[in-house]
């Protein structure tokens, strides 16, 4: 039931105070009765839209153009556009879709869900406590056995210490009967080391409830049969290949070495504003340092920009398709990275010459960073546009695939815009705007946890564009519709928000070695340097 369905007995007609108005006009913001409807629309000196009282969120008004509202929704910039944004060149070659069909389509997929989670899943979380003391009083009985075992051996190594005793005998029956053991009692007992399991909550995901509840862990010496749950799902399409847990994973990326950690740079209060450089690339989409002084940034063209923080310009490079290019990023080296996703390439500029290093077939790439080790990470689509996963290269080559959780499940949703970064603990953490989250998997590509925003966020209100992260290890990520940007530390937990800049539509992030944050602002074309720390 919808929530403001409650406060219908203090809602009236603006026009006569007609109790439960069952209309409502989208322009001018009034509820209005059967009776008053056909007034309101006599005035002409504007436009209405009149829609039903339920359907008076589906038609949100435009944010450039206030007195128009939105029926559409651009894939490209993540926002809802109205007749004359359409119209515009600013989403010229863009993808639309009808803003009801997204939300419908939505609340489906949490209809299912919740379903699910009565009928099935919470069924399977309510057994597992039962479980926990017959295994505790299993072990608590082999334990008693092996201390049982331990002393009864013993007792057996004492006695042949007494039968040192003969070096002091003058026995000879009893000395020549003597036989040496010490090679049995070379080889000592085994260790055993046992310790119980003990619950890890998680913070719960609506969206991903059955598999962010927590985990039983226990000693590696107390072996565990893994229990899988499967879905029952008549007609659905094949699931992707089973993928169990190893006790050790084959892949992990090279560490840099054991770096003595950062100094402690707390964050202050009130964040302020250093300095804000005017580039001419509308709208803006990235922004990616360079040096402390100097930042890559590109727009809305084919054309990659570099200034420093008075605004100059100080070189250019062309895409080498000349189609615009998606996300940038800068290596260890210097070098820059770009993504093409018209071309399916991943490219590096390297002493002015530019250098194809991934070509991909029936993947688009968006997001991309460099990492710690020297690889690239790549948040790529399929051409369907029904699948997303992250992939790890070295140079031109493929060392790992992360798409599905455990359980065998997408961790990241289909659709457009998908930005990346490599945290210090090497999590690789994905701004998923389609979902309204941030998705953070260990290096090994098992999930560590998903934020949604704070509890008191309204639900599909957290819209995550671009993602960076500081030398603390905290993650900060652009809330594009909400102009501000979340602050977490590694394990996904908020910690401030940055909202007193003035910002407007943010996409890009990215962070120098003072840890200064550099937002990009979609529309104004600023890049703002901001000091948080």
Not at 215 to 228: F, G, M, P, V
Not at 324 to 339: E, F, L
Request: net charge neutral; hydrophobic share 30%; aromatic share 8%.
């Amino acid at each position: 039931m919808d929530p403001e369905y409650n406060l219908q007995d203090v809602l009236r007609c603006h026009l006569c105070e007609t109790p439960g108005p069952p209309m409502y006009c989208v322009i001018c913001n009034k509820y209005l009765c059967k009776a008053c409807e056909k007034d309101h629309l006599s005035d002409q000196s504007k436009e209405h839209k009149v829609v039903p009282f339920k359907e008076r969120g589906y038609t949100p008004k435009c944010l450039k153009h206030s007195s128009e509202i939105c029926e559409l929704y651009c894939k490209q910039c993540g926002i809802p556009i109205c007749a004359t944004c359409l119209s515009s060149e600013e989403h010229n070659g863009h993808q639309f879709i009808e803003i009801t069909k997204t939300m419908d389509k939505k609340k489906e997929i949490i209809q299912k869900d919740l379903q699910e989670q009565e009928k099935s899943i919470y069924l399977k979380y309510q057994e597992i406590p039962s479980i926990i003391p017959v295994q505790k009083s299993a072990l608590n009985e082999n334990s008693q056995k092996l201390t049982t075992e331990i002393d009864r051996h013993g007792e057996v190594w004492h006695r042949e210490i007494d039968v040192k005793t003969l070096l002091d005998s003058n026995d000879v029956s009893r000395v020549s009967a003597y036989k040496s053991r010490n090679d049995e009692f070379r080889r000592l007992p085994p260790k055993l080391t046992v310790s119980l399991p003990s619950f890890t909550p998680q913070k719960i995901n609506k969206e991903q409830l059955y598999q962010q509840f927590g985990s039983l862990l226990s000693a590696s010496s107390i072996k565990t049969e893994e229990q899988i749950y499967t879905r029952e799902s008549p007609g659905a399409e094949s699931s992707p290949p089973e993928r169990p847990l190893i006790d050790v994973p084959i892949y992990t990326r090279e560490s840099p070495g054991a770096e003595s950690s950062p100094p402690e740079r707390p964050l202050i209060d009130v964040p302020r504003i250093i300095t804000q450089i005017n580039t001419k690339c509308f709208p803006l989409y990235s922004v990616s340092c360079l040096s402390d002084e100097e930042m890559w940034t590109l727009g809305g063209d084919n054309i990659i920009t570099l200034y420093n923080l008075s605004g100059k310009l100080v070189k250019s490079v062309q895409t080498k398709s000349g189609n615009t290019p998606y996300d940038i990023t800068v290596t260890r080296s210097g070098d820059q990275v770009y993504t093409d996703y018209n071309d399916r390439t991943v490219n590096i500029v390297k002493n002015k010459k530019i250098k194809t290093v991934i070509r991909l077939r029936g993947w688009i790439p968006r997001g991309v960073c460099s990492t710690s080790s020297g690889d690239l990470l790549v948040v790529m689509g399929s051409d369907d546009d029904k699948q997303t996963k992250v992939v790890c290269y070295s140079g031109s080559t493929e060392k790992q695939s992360i798409q599905y959780d455990d359980k065998g499940q997408p961790l990241y949703s289909f659709g457009y815009i998908k930005y990346i970064s490599e945290n210090r603990n090497l999590d690789i953490c994905v701004s998923d705007f389609y979902n309204c989250a941030v998705v953070v998997v260990n290096q090994a590509g098992i999930l560590r946890f998903t934020y949604t925003g704070l509890p008191s966020t309204t639900e599909g209100s957290f819209i995550p564009f671009g993602i960076t992260t500081d030398s603390r290890g905290r993650i900060l990520t652009a809330d594009h519709n909400n102009h501000r940007i979340h602050i977490l530390d590694q394990d996904g937990q908020f910690l401030h928000y940055i909202d007193n800049c003035h910002l407007q539509h943010l996409y890009g992030l990215c962070v120098d070695t003072r840890d200064n944050l550099f937002v990009a602002e979609l529309y104004t074309g600023k890049v703002k340097k901001i000091q948080y720390v």
